[in-house]
Structures are given as C-alpha cells and as structure tokens.
C-alpha cells in the first residue's frame, strides 16, 4: 500500500455522511476564486469542481 492509498482510504472516512457539506464548499471556494479572478480560470476551475466532486461521490460508496 502506497501513502496515496492511505491518504485516500483516510479522507474517504472522513468524507462518508458529510458529502453535501463538503460539495457545497467545494461549489463555494469555486465561485469564491471566479470572483476574485473575474471568471478568467472559469472552466479551469469548474472543472476542478467536477473532479472534486466526483471524488467526494466514489469516496462515499
């Protein structure tokens, strides 16, 4: 087992039952860096939104 793996298997313990806090925040801090940059990394950082998410969506199962 790498320390990837550990790092991995540790945050998905802490993410199971706080899913939607936590995409809500990741939403947020995204909207937060579009409007300190005037939406100029917009589809960079909506699709680091995406990632984030759907990290979040495989770690709860």
Do not use: R
Not at 40 to 51: A, C, E, G, L, Y
Request: hydrophobic share 35%.
């Amino acid at each position: 087992m790498s320390i990837f793996d550990d790092v991995k298997g540790k945050a998905a313990g802490l993410i199971n039952g706080h899913e939607e806090a936590i995409k809500g925040g990741i939403e947020k801090a995204g909207d937060f860096v579009d409007s300190k940059t005037g939406d100029k990394f917009k589809d960079h950082v909506d699709s680091v939104q995406k990632s984030a998410g759907d990290f979040v969506d495989g770690a709860a199962q």
